[in-house]
């Protein structure tokens, strides 16, 4: 049956392809040929236009297409307070290709004192008719990558006060959301698929961190952040493997977390990537315990602009049903279509007409 509350049976990520007058006026405003007054009114229209492309194709939420950020992660983490962006040596790492070369450090107290994502989600709020959607990356984003190095010592001698306070952040942070009128919020997080990669667990030792502890560590944390939400705001998680310029960093299925993630950690829903052999089989959703929790199949790649058959998905969707009911599913593409603004390699028609099969998918699977 059809769902009024989020995540909805069709649902999606986040990021969308930026357009081609939001590109042209960022190159622009880089090079100081347009101001940022004249970056937002541009930014401003190309948001309006994909709420209501989203609307139009039937999608019960909408996201600003994270239109107002350069990277999914680094725009939120570096507007904390203690937290700072530099020029690293090299970018990240994907499978055949770097990203720009920069990075984030914790260089004070991690503390929430207001955030310019405040205002990004009262824009969609004021422009939609249907459920606005804000994405956030979790706070495990902060420290995996740069583990116990990118922390200063004299600010933070014993981890466990970094972790404290970076949970007060992000429970503030929470607040502050639900005080816009945030209802649906969707913390995007890498770490969980990394802590299921044999190369990403053996760098972090290499860090010198201990990922055997980190399952434990990041949930408590992030059980703490979300704790004080209020009934009526769901908070979902999105578990991605990596997502720039269509490549990937981590694979390896979901069995190493899925018992802490998906019933030890307090989430209402997971967007789980599901669109190939790196995400491994269904099994791990035994786990899933019976009720309001719910898993979002991403089973429509966001990495190429080829449309699935859908009797492929039904099919894929059916063989979940052998470790979760039905009605504990719904369906989304794999992952945002650009995670930066570079985006992925498919065309923005390719884009819509992969969500717009998501709408229809899931009123041929769920009923309308």
């Known amino acids: 049956m059809k769902r009024t509350r989020a995540p909805f049976r069709a649902d999606h990520v986040g990021s969308i392809l930026r357009s081609g007058a939001l590109k042209d006026a960022r190159a622009r405003h880089q090079k100081g040929e347009v101001s940022d007054a004249q970056l937002k009114e541009v930014e401003d229209r190309e948001i309006e236009k994909i709420i209501k492309k989203q609307e139009e194709i039937g999608l019960q939420l909408a996201t600003d297409g994270e239109y107002r950020r350069s990277w999914w992660h680094f725009d939120f983490l570096k507007k904390l307070k203690g937290v ?6 090299h970018g990240i790492q994907f499978r055949g290709v770097e990203t720009r070369p920069e990075g984030l450090r914790v260089t004070g107290k991690v503390a929430f004192d207001g955030h310019p994502f405040i205002e990004h989600f009262k824009f969609v709020k ?18 995996f990558r740069g583990g116990r190095k990118a922390v200063s010592r004299d600010v933070y001698p014993d981890m466990a006060g970094f972790y404290e306070d970076l949970g007060k952040a ?30 990403q667990l053996e760098g972090a030792r290499e860090r010198g961190d201990d990922p055997d502890k980190l399952q434990g560590i990041y949930a408590d944390m992030i059980n703490y952040a979300i704790a004080d939400r209020p009934r009526d705001m769901v908070i979902t998680t999105h578990v991605c493997r990596g997502n ?11 069995e190493p977390v899925a018992e802490t993630l998906l019933a030890k950690v307090n989430y209402d829903g997971y967007f789980l990537e599901y669109d190939t052999d790196r995400a491994g089989g269904f099994e791990p959703l ?5 009720g309001n929790k719910i898993v979002v199949l991403g089973l429509i790649t966001s ?32 992952c945002g279509f650009a995670s930066t603004e570079e985006g992925n390699v498919l065309a923005e028609e390719e884009q819509w007409a992969k969500l ?11 009923g309308k």
């Open 84 to 89: 700072e962006s530099y020029v690293a040596e």
């Open 170 to 199: 992000y429970r503030n942070a929470i607040r502050a959301f639900y005080d816009a009128g945030c209802r649906y919020l969707q913390l995007d997080d890498t770490v969980w698929a990394y802590l299921c990669s044999k190369e």
């Open 126 to 143: 004021a422009h939609t008719k249907v459920t606005p959607k804000m994405t956030i990356p979790s706070p495990t984003v902060l420290h």
């Open 286 to 290: 035994r786990f899933l315990p019976k």
């Open 303 to 334: 990495k190429t602009g080829t449309l699935e058959k859908k009797d492929d998905v039904k099919r894929r969707i059916d063989e979940a049903t052998k470790y979760a009911s039905l009605d504990q599913y719904c369906i989304s593409p794999q």
């Open 356 to 366: 717009r099969m998501c709408v229809e998918l899931a009123d041929e699977v769920w």
């Open 244 to 254: 720039f310029r269509s490549t990937w960093i981590s694979e390896g299925g979901y």
